[in-house]
């Protein structure tokens, strides 16, 4: 078996960089040349991982297969590279630490005294290596920017393993800004030199620098940044900013960074075959029909809460060369007296609503619910957004007019969503909910059956709620169809709408998590097939 090499990504400057993209391009780049990747997010914050992290903070909890709430990040690691996604590919400093205090206060350590230097830095070396899988190349990318306090220990131990594994094994990527200063008329190297500093001070030198800018750097400016930060000239890599992120990996590929990168560690590969990239970033570019759709949710100041969900929904518009126009609608505006729905969804092709926590904002959920299902507007609910559609139906075409879900009424008298039963003992808050990938039966002759086009499926969940069945029955006399169910048919998974309805569709768990550029998840492809009208015909 071949080694794995370590290809370690840090960032500089200013964070919001495009890190996590970089080392996902970066993985997709080398699958282009048939290596296989492993990926992998270091985070220095203390809490164990982002599950009870607020999306305000910290943008979307992306969800794996075995049930890790992770960093944001690992979902482009999956969307860009077919690299398994999971517990061990992210680990936090709360994470790496409780499981030194474990085995200290297991007595492991002999009666030693536990150090960062080098306990926390051999756990840290121990949680890399078990990240990399057996891959040809592991990538590992470091939360934060250099300079932070809290990073320290992860450079430290990232230091060592090039120590530990040879000069020939490790890779370090450096992603730094490059600032185009208009009164100047200037591009300016300064940044990317302190911060490139910054890391030699502690022992790293970067092979390859990615300077982010939003143009291509000239020669010169190349041969200056690779003088003053010790780097070949072709290792200093233009990463422009691009129309789209699917264009990233091809932008890298034309500044010769699969290249340098397999030169460096010494691999040799074939040629790289991007046509697959190539082809979606044209479908992109060149869109024939359009669709407007309205998310409405309370996250909408800070749209990385919802970033699996918005690309997942552009995935649905490659497939379909639809350009897809997204509009955020916080849900609490819908809930003000006068506020008039046809004005907000006039011009709307489509209404989502997708998942969520607390009371805040709920009914304009609900009442974005009842317009796309009275005016026929093709309607996607996820998780929160499925257990309300539950409760609008129940409330609207049901009689059951204070239907409710017990996580905002406890004491409703037709709790139609409630806590599921293995939740009603649990007090911790970090990962206690029904988490990752479960199984799910589909109905036959229904809406989920078509999109599916199979019966057995698997989705990830998050949640603590879930469909009442004591309200099965009355539900679906009145026309709601619950059509996909877990295989033991206890828990509703999926609920539609088939008659007199273009397009109403809900599901318990988050589809938006296994969608890829190169393969739109069949329900956002779908949705976004419902919802799109060719360009000129619209207004
Ligand atoms: N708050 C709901 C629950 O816990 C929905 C969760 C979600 O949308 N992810 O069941």
Not at 284 to 304: C, D, F, S
Request: hydrophobic share 35%; charged share 25%; proline share 4%.
């Amino acid at each position: 078996m071949r080694k794995t090499k370590f290809i370690f990504v840090t960032g500089g400057v200013v964070s919001s960089l495009g890190k996590g993209l970089a080392a996902a391009a970066i993985g997709a780049l080398l699958e282009s040349r048939n290596l296989r990747v492993s990926m992998q997010k270091l985070d220095p914050y203390i809490n164990v991982d982002p599950g009870t992290m607020n999306p305000f903070q910290h943008g979307e909890v992306f969800v794996t297969d075995d049930g890790a709430e992770t960093d944001l990040d690992l979902g482009h690691y999956e969307r860009y590279t077919h690299a398994h996604v999971g517990k061990k590919s992210n680990f936090t400093t709360g994470k790496i630490y409780e499981s030194v205090i474990t085995q200290e206060r297991r007595g492991e350590y002999l009666g030693g005294t536990v150090q960062v230097i080098p306990h926390i830095t051999d756990e840290i070396k121990r949680c890399i290596k078990l990240g990399a899988d057996g891959a040809d190349v592991a990538l590992v990318e470091i939360g934060g920017t250099v300079g932070d306090i809290e990073s320290l220990p992860f450079l430290e131990a990232i230091r060592q393993c090039r120590v530990d594994m040879g000069s020939d094994n490790v890779l370090y990527i450096h992603l730094t800004l490059v600032p185009f200063i208009k009164t100047a008329d200037e591009l300016k190297t300064k940044p990317t030199q302190h911060s490139v500093k910054a890391l030699r001070e502690i022992g790293i030198q970067p092979n390859v620098l990615l300077c982010r800018t939003d143009r291509f750097l000239p020669v010169e400016l190349k041969k200056k940044i690779a003088l003053f930060c010790n780097v070949d000239e072709a290792a200093v890599i233009t990463a422009k900013d691009v129309e789209t992120i699917y264009e990233v990996p091809l932008v890298f590929h034309k500044e010769g960074l699969d290249e340098k990168i397999v030169k460096l560690l010494n691999i040799w590969t074939g040629a790289p075959n991007l046509k697959k990239w190539e082809d979606i970033v044209h479908r992109w570019k060149n869109p024939v029909k359009e669709a407007t759709i309205a998310i409405v949710g309370k996250y909408v100041y800070l749209k990385e809460a919802y970033k699996s969900l918005t690309e997942a929904l552009y995935h649905g518009g490659i497939h379909s060369r639809c350009k897809v126009h997204l509009i955020y609608i916080d849900s609490e505006e819908l809930e003000k007296d006068g506020a008039d729905l046809s004005e907000v969804f006039g011009d709307v092709d489509g209404i989502l609503v997708p998942g969520g926590f607390g009371s805040r904002g709920i009914e304009g959920k609900i009442k974005a619910i009842n317009y796309a299902r009275v005016n026929k507007l093709p309607f996607f609910g996820i998780c929160l957004g499925m257990q309300l559609a539950v409760v609008e139906y129940a409330r609207n075409t049901c009689g059951l007019r204070y239907a409710n879900s017990a996580e905002f009424n406890k004491d409703t008298e037709n709790p139609v969503i409630d806590l599921m039963l293995e939740q009603r003992e649990i007090k911790d808050k970090g990962g206690t909910m029904r988490l990752g990938a479960y199984p799910c039966t589909i109905s036959d002759g229904t809406l989920a059956r078509s999109i599916y086009g199979e019966a057995e499926i698997s989705e990830r969940h998050r949640h603590r709620y879930e469909f009442n069945n004591d309200f099965k029955d009355a539900l679906s006399e009145k026309g709601l169809v619950l059509s996909g169910t877990s295989p033991d048919g206890k828990l509703v998974e999926i609920v539609e709408l088939t008659d007199g309805h273009p397009w109403f569709f809900g599901c318990q768990f988050h589809p938006e998590f296994k969608s890829k550029p190169l393969v739109p998840h069949p329900i956002f492809r779908e949705f976004i097939k419902a919802s799109c009208k060719d360009k000129k015909a619209k207004k």
